[in-house]
């Protein structure tokens, strides 16, 4: 969704009665099956000054994994006076300064559930009002009680507010579902199930990231997942990129081995192995990718490869067995 500013208006009450009739003409999905009793109590509280939803917001999931912050400190990074408000490109910014990581909610309500039942609090955004006249406001959900079906949120100045659910769900999907749970680097969020999901997650922000959170992130989902081609792929990557060839030898070789097809992997590791002074090994490496015929661009850059490897000359320097390894 575009990035919106979040504040809180004069026309709030008019817009929340308009907003209760409007929510009763439409039909809204239930509570999932998975949308146990829970609440986490432990989540910080701070209350939010005027317009300042979004540091407040921000501060409460930070404290919670162990970030030694709070709302005042973080308005300079993510307050926009002219604007009234905070940016979600803000937001995720400051999350990722502070040593963490903010992995955008995927899957919606089942994704919202499957992160309170992991003990994970998840920042929400709600437009308050309607789409016609929204009033944006950040919250973070700890906990639902199904025998009152209602949410529990943090949320502005209240420590323990309690939502029905219907009118949570309404002003949540005005807001297009949006959500953020924010992690340290060694914990991956529970809602994303399956590897190809997460790496696209994390490779889309790892260039915003340090490579020391992005690193520790691709080992954690490697641990769960150790021989899923996505996650092995973004490690082997990062570590090569950070100038940490031999380690992004080993896991290219053991990508190569559990998925020999894998052409973007063959042409990287080529590479690596060029720039090791390694033109013999990188040919051979590239041999299968240049049979394969890759779909463009993948297969100019290979070519490319290939070219830059067959001008290199025909000798390995003395590491280069050890390097490239058999797969």
């Not at 924010?182 to 914990?187: E, I, M, N, S, Y």
């Amino acid at each position: 969704m575009a990035s919106q500013t979040f504040s809180t208006r004069s026309r709030l009450s008019l817009l929340l009665l308009l907003a209760a009739w409007l929510q009763g003409c439409a039909v809204l999905p239930q509570p999932p099956n998975t949308a146990r009793a829970s609440e986490l109590a432990s989540v910080p509280f701070f209350p939010q000054a005027d317009y300042q939803c979004g540091p407040a917001a921000l501060a409460t999931v930070l404290v919670h994994t162990g970030i030694d912050t709070d709302a005042e400190t973080l308005v300079p990074q993510v307050y926009l006076p002219g604007r009234e408000g905070s940016l979600q490109p803000e937001l995720r910014a400051a999350a990722r300064r502070a040593g963490r990581i903010p992995w955008p909610l995927e899957g919606g309500i089942e994704a919202l559930f499957s992160e309170l039942n992991a003990g994970n609090p998840v920042l929400v955004l709600q437009n308050l009002g309607v789409s016609a006249l929204p009033v944006w406001h950040y919250a973070v959900v700890i906990g639902y009680q199904p025998e009152t079906r209602r949410v529990i949120l943090r949320s502005g100045r209240e420590k323990r507010r309690e939502e029905p659910w219907g009118r949570f769900l309404a002003s949540w999907n005005r807001a297009g579902l949006w959500g953020l749970v924010v992690l340290p680097p060694d914990q991956l969020p529970a809602s994303y199930t399956g590897p190809d999901a997460l790496a696209r997650a994390l490779a889309s922000q790892e260039s915003s990231l340090p490579v020391t959170l992005a690193t520790e992130a691709w080992d954690s989902a490697l641990e769960r997942w150790p021989k899923a081609g996505a996650p092995l792929f973004g490690s082997a990557n990062t570590l090569y990129a950070s100038g940490r060839h031999r380690e992004a030898a080993a896991r290219y070789r053991t990508l190569l081995q559990e998925h020999p097809d894998h052409l973007s992997a063959r042409n990287n590791f080529a590479d690596l192995l060029l720039r090791e002074d390694c033109p013999v090994a990188a040919s051979s490496v590239i041999e299968p990718a240049l049979a394969a015929q890759a779909s463009a661009p993948l297969l100019s850059l290979i070519r490319q490869t290939a070219a830059e490897i067959k001008q290199a000359g025909t000798r390995d320097a003395p590491h280069c067995g050890s390097l490239a390894g058999t797969f």
